[in-house]
């Protein structure tokens, strides 16, 4: 490891951050734009080939943003996305943000760093930046917004560039070292482990907009909620914010493992897939699968759905919109199995239904969710924590939906389980609440 990296593994003050250099090179995660049409024609578009590990030059510092040195990072499905230049290649978009000026150009270059979850040290920070110092703990959330466009400041995901950072951007987090403005940063919760806190930002943030924001569905008390995938990174986060919001969260899942886990995150009710003859990711019948769905979720609860949380999209968004009572919502932010949704408008407009596009959370979202977390009312959804050399068989792990809650990945951390710099916090909340998702 260079001198800077050993400094912040060994705990240094923000002092001795500061007068260590930087190197000039550091360890990474990417992909190669000479590599976007190597899966030309292959059904399996496996990521273990496409994302590699090696050292890419550090970027500049922009006024705005900070260096942050990162111990953990995690995995999302945006990932996937990147690796397997589908829909389309990342490369474009790092293209054409380089038009903007100086420093969007930076980004422009033949690799992209991916990853857009880290927790880690800040260890440089851009002249305009007042709020945050080297030798501060912070999470980097996703959103990366322009802070001169006028609609940022309604809004932070409505303005017209704003970017998921690490999939739109460069320098993401699945590296030794991440670049991110100063306006993604928030304080590391004090009672979380490294890994554990990089779990959280993109998922926890992405589902408290949509259900808890009044962005969103704007979920109140009583509320049933059905969570396509509750087993997964996104599902167990609005597992918990339903049942802490005084919901009722119904889970679907795709195992009997999944559904133990789903019952862990919180779901009052859960059910398998299968039990409704859904399989794969090939589009569910809605008349068919809807009405075995409506009456499982009616004989659990005594009610349709208020409100369906969705993100799986070509597979079960006809269902979603379907199974959601009178005037109930859907409320999207994702298609994992195809963006071209197929769904009878009768019972959208007869119904008077809603379809509500959420992305992200704007950092006042995030800052919401973060303090939760701190207080311990939500708990990382961390599964299973994999080494960056090992990065591409966890990117796999999603890519398959081989996994169960968040993927972790340990950048600078040699171990799991450090980063805890308020144990009595911890002891509060209690290991068992905290790592409940491991231990199932």
Known sequence: MDPLSVAVVEGASGTVLEATPVPREYRAAFTRA?????????NDKDVRKSIHLGNVPMPELAPDEVLVAVMASGINYNTVWSATFDPVPTFAFLRHYAQRDRWSHRHDLPHHVLGSDAAGVIVRTGAGVSRWKAGDQVVVA????DAEDPATHADGMLGADQRAWGFETNFGGLAHYAVARASQLLPKAPHLTWEEAAASPLCAGTAYRMLVSERGARMKQGDVVLIWGAAGGLGAYAAQFVRNGGGIAVGMVSSADKAHLARTAGCHVVIDRSEIGMTGSEP???ARHGKQLGRLIREATGEDPHIVFEHVGRATFGVSVYVARRGGTVVTCGSSTGYE????NRYLWMRMKRIIGSHGANLQEQWETNRLITQGHIQPALSVTHGLDDVGE???LVQINGHTGKVGVLCLAPRAGLGVTDPELRAEIGEERITALRRA
Do not use: E, L, Q, W
Not at 142 to 145: E, K, L, N, R
Not at 341 to 344: A, G, Q, R
């Open 284 to 286: 569910a019948d809605p």
């Open 341 to 344: 949704h197929h769904f009878d």
């Open 34 to 42: 000479a590599d976007a049409t190597m899966f030309s024609g292959v």
């Open 142 to 145: 996703t959103a990366y917004v």
């Open 394 to 396: 966890a990117a796999r």
